[in-house]
């Protein structure tokens, strides 16, 4: 009924010519750079978002989601050839992937990782564009305190996301927190940390900050180790999978997918968490548990349906309530804002043809993913070949060029360089910086939501609890809080990361 | 006659040389613009004020031939871009789209600006204003100001309403609309019009000044009560809403847009750009563009720019003053 007549509208605009070639722009990007270790989406969605000024607001959201979810697609294919997850969600492939192509069958891996991919992308296409809009109603009835409890949720939930000690997460969502306290206070105009200058009254640029820490910080770490180590590229020879094999990747996919929806939309969730625990969970229930870590298919299937179903739901918290839950979703906001449309639960309502665009431009994205990734694998593998003396100085190039263009201010340049060397000295420390960055994004949010709720119920600190949505979020947040950090869950998280170091 | 060769020549000689700054420096204004002219708007791009923006330029850069770029500053509510926009050479290539919140606002409440805006900058032109309107939410049982102030009156601490942020031109005009009705109101301030709005929408606030090109699509489909706009006039593409001066008689908020040059630059150029932007913003074509982007065209000489530029800035000084927000 209308959500045909909605999807309708989206195909119209999703299949306009133009639409269709930043769509193909968007995933080749996405596949490359998901090729590239290294290089990420983050980093590359960053540089790219000032360059989409000038195109339509639904070209631009078109090209960079698809630049998103692409780079999930790219990453598994390094992961199975030559056992380097170009994407961090792509590590997990890497466990049974790589095995697979060792013994020949990286044919049938590559097309397991391909198919579970485009089943998990509909899967999640049909499930924005069911959820979002019902999503947006209840959205409107989300006051301060339901944000303010929303907030806890993802920043609690980004702990979970965080591979290494407990402590040292938390660490790192304290002083994101703390950096971002810098800026213009919302309610008293007063300025925090400015240092008197008026480049800061806005607080710390957070494209830059990202840019530098994914971006540089890599980089400064792979010009450090010596990198010559040629690659043993396992040769693709039959790519078609056996009907023994698909049979027994239908129900990994489906669980992956499911998985991968659910937490996706989480805030501090996306493609990374949906592969760990889609592969954990495989491993658990499969009846060919034993065959994980020497080349099951079903260790390949399961989490490439979950990241590409994570990648796309991470869309929905986006696209309907305007609250990022990960990192390219709030540059994704960034983008949106710079086109003049406001992110939240109207941008259903007051531009659907964007909405309905997008949602129909990842379905054809999608498509596109699996045309572009089976046949033309050996193409990207080449890439791998590009010697990274003319890699980086290019990267760094368009890092500095995509900040300085946000604003046309140089501050954004420096910051990447300090960003750049604090995000080194993070990966020497072993601290993750997913943390840092999301308590840097939440913590305006919830301070900002918290007063607004003390402000709008005049100072009555109840309100938290006494509103269902907002008592029902903080139950969630608790009882996440409760699970992460039990020893039990603890142990199997590093036996997780174990693995996939081992 | 030998001497009188030598004392034309010396006269032509000292003709050319004494002249020769004169010829150039004049030629220089006369022959305005030879190369491109940059216009600095302090916002993000998108929005009311960067369409305006870019529709101006584009009109005047078609009549004069040269490009006419639209370069955006945004950052610190448009502090950034102002300030960037004060120390630029006053030589007419480097323009400022003045906002009035940037002009007249935003130096009573910031420290640190870098700028002072009767100081530093010439007016050319008005360029636009936003027509900004009174909104309710929808079940809040008024439908006129007169309504509303007598409902606010009788409980002065239950009431709040929305504002793009703190010291924003939408929260200045709910603390004009405080002062002059004698009300009182809370001040919820969010990051944007747009979240306030949507708040207006969930019902977790009463009242929201806005944008009437913001609010309109809501206002049409009943989702807020729209109950009347902020200049002495009502708007010429929507009559339908009484102006709230009509309720009470000194209310009058004008968001506007402007042409500024830094001190300094010469009358000329000014004159020109002045009756270049007349020209433009006379063209049927272009009022409709601007109209459609929610702007009012209006143009000014550059003294009534000036004029314009003083008085709003002592204007909204003495509200920021009575309101008890003081300069940070």
């Known amino acids: ?104 069958r990286a044919g049938p891996a590559l097309a397991a990782a391909a198919l579970g991919s485009f089943f998990a992308g509909t899967v999640a296409t049909v499930l924005i564009a069911v959820v979002a809009r019902p999503l947006t109603a209840l959205a409107l009835s989300f006051g301060p305190a339901e944000y303010f409890s929303l907030m806890v949720v993802g920043l609690i939930s980004s702990i979970a996301l965080a591979s290494g000690s407990i402590l040292k997460a938390i660490a790192m969502i304290c002083l994101g927190l703390l950096l971002s306290l810098t800026g213009t206070d919302i309610y008293t105009g007063t300025p925090r940390f400015t240092f008197g200058y008026v480049e800061m009254l806005d607080g710390l640029d957070f494209v830059a900050l990202a840019v530098g820490i994914y971006g540089i910080g890599e980089i400064l770490r792979n010009l450090e180790g010596s990198n010559g180590a040629p690659k043993v590229i396992a040769t693709v020879t039959n790519l078609l999978p056996t009907r023994e094999d698909l049979k027994r990747i239908v129900a990994p996919v489906i669980r992956g997918t499911a998985i991968g929806s659910m937490l996706g939309v989480l805030p501090g969730g996306g493609a990374l968490l949906s592969s760990f625990v889609a592969y954990n969970v495989e491993k658990k229930t499969s009846r060919n548990s034993a065959e994980f870590g020497n080349g099951a298919i079903e260790g390949v299937a399961a989490p490439e349906a979950a990241n590409n179903a994570g990648a796309q739901t991470s869309f929905i918290p986006m696209l309907a309530l305007g609250i990022p839950s990960n990192v390219v979703m709030a540059l994704m906001i960034g983008a949106m804002i710079m086109q003049g449309i406001q992110p939240g639960p109207n941008v259903v309502v007051s531009n659907p043809e964007l909405f309905w665009g997008l949602i129909a431009s990842m379905w054809i994205g999608n498509a596109m993913l699996v045309i572009l990734n089976l046949p033309l694998i050996g193409l990207w593998v080449s890439l791998l070949r590009i010697p990274y003396d003319i890699l980086f100085p290019a990267i760094i190039a368009f890092c500095c060029i995509g900040v300085y263009s946000v604003n046309n201010s140089a501050s954004g340049v420096y910051m990447v360089t300090i960003a750049g060397l604090i995000g080194y000295l993070l990966i020497k420390l072993e601290c993750e910086p997913a943390p840092f960055v999301l308590g840097f994004i939440l913590g305006p949010m919830l301070e900002e939501h918290l007063r607004r709720a003390m402000l709008i119920s005049g100072g009555d600190i109840t309100v938290f609890v006494t509103r269902p949505i907002s008592a029902f979020l903080l139950a969630i947040a608790t009882i996440t809080l409760f699970v992460v950090s039990r020893p039990f869950v603890q142990k199997q998280r590093e036996e997780v990361f174990m693995e996939e170091e081992g | 006659m030998r001497s009188n060769a030598i004392a034309r020549g010396l006269s032509i000689a000292l003709f050319l040389i004494g002249s020769h700054p004169f010829a150039s420096a004049q030629n220089q204004y006369d022959s305005y613009p030879t ?160 979240p306030a709005l949507t708040a207006l929408l969930g019902g977790h606030v009463d009242i929201m000044f806005d944008t009437l090109s913001n609010a309109y699509p809501y206002i049409e489909d009943g989702r807020v009560r729209a109950l009347g706009v902020g200049g002495l006039e009502r708007v010429a593409t929507a009559k339908q809403f009484p102006t709230i001066s009509e309720t009470i008689p000194e209310f009058e908020v004008t968001t506007w847009a402007s042409l500024m040059v830094p001190k300094g630059t010469a009358q000329t150029i000014k004159q020109k750009l002045s009756e270049k932007v007349r020209e433009v913003l006379s063209k049927p074509d272009v009022i409709r563009r601007l109209e459609r982007v929610g702007a009012s065209p209006k143009f000014t000489t550059p003294e009534e720019m000036d004029v314009i530029a003083k008085e709003s800035f002592l204007k909204w000084g003495e509200v920021v003053k009575k309101a008890g927000l003081t300069l940070k």
């Open chain 1, 1 to 104: 009924m209308d959500l045909i007549g909605n999807l309708g509208l989206g195909f119209s605009v999703g299949l306009h010519p133009w639409n269709l070639a930043y769509c193909f722009a968007g995933v080749l990007l996405g596949t490359v750079v998901g090729v590239l270790p290294g290089l990420g989406p983050l980093a590359t969605v960053a540089m790219l978002l000032p360059l989409t000024f000038g195109l339509e607001p639904v070209a631009s959201l078109i090209m960079l989601a698809g630049i998103y979810y692409g780079s999930q697609y790219g990453g598994s294919t390094t992961a199975i050839l030559v056992n380097l997850p170009g994407e961090s969600a792509s590590a997990v492939t890497t466990i049974d992937g790589y095995q697979m192509a060792l013994k020949g």
């Open chain 2, 35 to 194: 190369k491109d002219i940059k216009i600095i708007a302090p916002f993000p791009p998108g929005g009311a004020a960067d369409s305006a923006a870019r529709i101006v330029a584009e009109g005047i850069g078609s009549e004069w031939k040269v490009s006419v770029v639209v370069e955006n500053a945004p950052g610190a509510a448009g502090g950034i871009g102002t300030s960037k926009a004060s120390r630029a050479k006053p030589d007419g290539y480097t323009i400022l789209l003045g906002t009035g919140a940037a002009l007249s606002v935003l130096p009573h409440v910031t420290e640190n600006l870098r700028y002072s805006p009767l100081d530093d900058f010439e007016g050319v032109s008005l360029v636009a204003d936003f027509p900004t309107v009174l909104l309710v939410r929808s079940d809040l049982p008024v439908n006129s100001v007169r309504q509303l102030i007598d409902l606010l009156n009788t409980d002065p601490t239950k009431y709040k309403f929305s504002s793009s942020g703190y010291g924003s031109s939408l929260h200045l005009a709910g603390e004009l609309f405080k002062q002059k009705a004698g009300v009182n109101l809370t001040h919820v301030p969010f990051n944007g019009a747009g």
